[in-house]
């Protein structure tokens, strides 16, 4: 397959080239902090840096770090870079933990988150001959705005279903002959489910390629929807704090996904000490964006844990690739005091034949935390042969058990027992009152 | 002939039999026979029907995971030592027996019907039939 780039200037640049920019934007993007952020600034003062300390991006880790702590605290205009004249846009995360998020853009923020997620659908296959329908949410969520504006970059016919309204989505994607697929995994699986049950096989859908993101997806899961509707599945990552999706993407070696590094650095640290790791190693993400005006975060902490590598990409780019996050620092649960990543339970469910239909509840009971994994009986999984059934539970017990190294409890629920999510699924249930 | 058993997946908690028991009375489905086989997470509900097929569909549609089991249906007399007699030809062919299940009443007051799930129903059925036991087919079932 011939390999197509967006912006091949920067997305091949040699690496000497991407430090350069990197470096040059950092400088001045500090300055403009230090001029116009007083928050920020107030850090960088209480830890004795000042714009003219940081003089390439080697000097990035004496620069304060930004959490979600701040946002809330300077919430709403705190962390605003530009006056408001300037701005021309805010988008907001779901605030589903409890912390929204508002940011904001200039004109010029828009057109590089645009030209970001321009990159990922260049890369997923896509060209002006494509019908691109994105059926992540419109609105004050990232992902429809995000996509959709990369869509028109790279000039795809754009069909701007948005989410919810299942069989319309897909009447759309069958009666318009749509190519490529914007959505969250978790979508794309029960538009999976249901074009199956509509009768469709993977020749009957015309989609070659999907985007899916915005929520943590496991290989096996990759696996699934790409049997079910006939496509490839690539990865997009991102998040309101740095403008939406497409802060990173994956390309067709699919392993991994390219950091649009021109416009944010990446940093691994270790979460506990704050201090920087050498390249592969597994630490939180933290993500400085080196060219946004309205909403400029600095080493700002993701609480994502995965790992970046700057090995060879055999699809000709040159950014720095980080591995699927393992889960959040903040979606991870301990329980019993050990770490558990919803990620890990979707692996060992759909290893184990069940399909990624499933919830995780976390109690406490007698001062024991207890784990249940609900799962949805599928067809496949069924038998009427009753030892045969607990023999497949016991089965998965024993593969939660080998994977999280505690044991959990297996219900296997009533098929569509669990809510379909349009959006970001909810995969956990944590009742513990601590 | 061996009968089509419908066997159907039920989550252990209050109200999923009955409903099951709703679609199947939605849909005018009558039920010859029935069992329930549970454990302590979950249950499968056996029904024996007289349109199997029809009914495995419609309890699929209504989200059920519902499958078909080919199952061994054989009359015998209403009477004490009816079924022992019975089991007098299983032993004899060696055919063992998975679990099983009974139902009476019908056109015929004389007579009950027992359900047997065996582990190979063609070979079992052979054997029974040399042995001069008559096997209910689909239509049999149907004509009670």
């Known amino acids: ?434 | 002939m061996s009968v089509q058993q419908i066997s159907v997946f039920l989550e252990n908690k209050p109200g999923t039999l009955k409903k099951m028991t709703g679609v199947l009375a939605a849909h005018s489905i009558d039920m010859r026979a029935t069992s329930l086989a549970e454990t302590k997470d979950f249950g499968i509900a056996r029904l024996i029907v007289d349109d199997a097929l029809s009914a495995v569909n419609t309890l699929k549609e209504n989200n059920f995971i519902a499958s078909l089991t080919p199952v061994l249906a054989i009359e015998i007399p209403d009477e004490a030592g009816g079924l022992d007699k019975l089991l007098v030809v299983f032993d004899e062919a060696a055919v063992n027996i998975e679990y099983m299940y009974a139902f009476s009443g019908g056109k015929d007051a004389n007579h009950a019907y027992m359900i047997f799930r065996v582990a190979d129903t063609k070979a079992a059925e052979a054997k029974l039939t040399s042995k001069g036991v008559k096997i209910l087919s689909q239509e049999d079932i149907a004509n009670i």
């Open chain 1, 1 to 434: 397959m011939e390999q197509r780039y967006f912006q091949p200037e920067i997305e091949c640049a040699p690496y000497e080239k991407i430090r350069e920019i990197q470096s040059e934007k950092l400088i001045k993007q500090v300055k403009h902090v230090w001029d116009n952020v007083p928050y920020y600034r107030k850090k960088m003062e209480a830890k004795g840096v000042t714009p003219d300390d940081i003089k390439s991006v080697d000097d990035l880790y004496k620069l304060p770090f930004l959490s979600k702590a701040d946002l809330r605290e300077a919430y709403p205009y705190g962390l605003l870079g530009k006056p408001l004249k300037d701005c021309v846009r805010i988008q907001s995360t779901s605030g589903t933990t409890g912390k929204r998020v508002v940011a904001f853009y200039t004109q010029h923020d828009i057109d590089l988150w645009e030209d970001c997620c321009a990159r990922a659908i260049v890369a997923a296959g896509g060209t002006n001959e494509d019908v691109c329908q994105v059926s992540y949410g419109y609105g004050l969520f990232t992902g429809g705005p995000g996509l959709n504006g990369g869509s028109h970059k790279v000039g795809c016919l754009t069909i701007p279903t948005s989410s919810g309204n299942t069989d319309r989505q897909i009447m759309f994607i069958k009666d318009l002959s749509a190519t490529i697929l914007c959505c969250t995994p978790s979508y794309a699986a029960y538009l999976g489910e249901r074009m199956t049950e509509m009768g469709y096989g993977p020749d009957d859908i015309p989609l070659k390629a999907g985007i899916f993101g915005a929520e943590a997806w496991s290989q096996e899961m990759r696996e699934s929807i790409e049997k079910t509707m006939g496509i490839k599945a690539y990865d997009i990552y991102g998040l309101t704090e740095l403008s939406g999706p497409g802060v990173a993407f994956e390309c067709c070696a699919q392993n991994g996904m390219h950091i649009n590094e021109d416009h944010f650095i990446a940093e691994i640290i270790d979460p506990d000490t704050e201090e920087v790791l050498p390249e592969g190693s597994q630490g939180e993400l933290v993500f400085t964006a080196v060219d946004k005006e309205a909403f400029p975060m600095i080493r700002y902490r993701t609480r994502d844990i995965c790992r970046l590598t700057r090995e060879k990409c055999s699809c000709g780019r040159t950014h720095v690739k980080m591995a699927k996050p393992m889960g959040r620092s903040d979606d991870m649960l301990i329980i019993r005091g050990v770490n558990v990543f919803p990620s890990q339970i979707e692996t060992v469910l759909l290893n184990n034949g069940y399909a990624a239909n499933y919830q995780i509840v976390v109690d406490r009971v007698n001062n024991t935390d207890t784990l249940d994994v609900q799962v949805e009986m599928t067809p496949e999984m069924f038998t009427d042969n009753v030892g045969e059934v607990e023999e497949r539970q016991k089965k998965l017990v024993e593969g939660l058990k080998s994977m999280l190294g505690i044991k959990a409890k297996v219900s296997l629920l009533a098929p569509k027992s669990i809510t379909r999510s349009e959006g970001k699924a909810v995969r956990v249930i944590d009742r513990r009152k601590i």
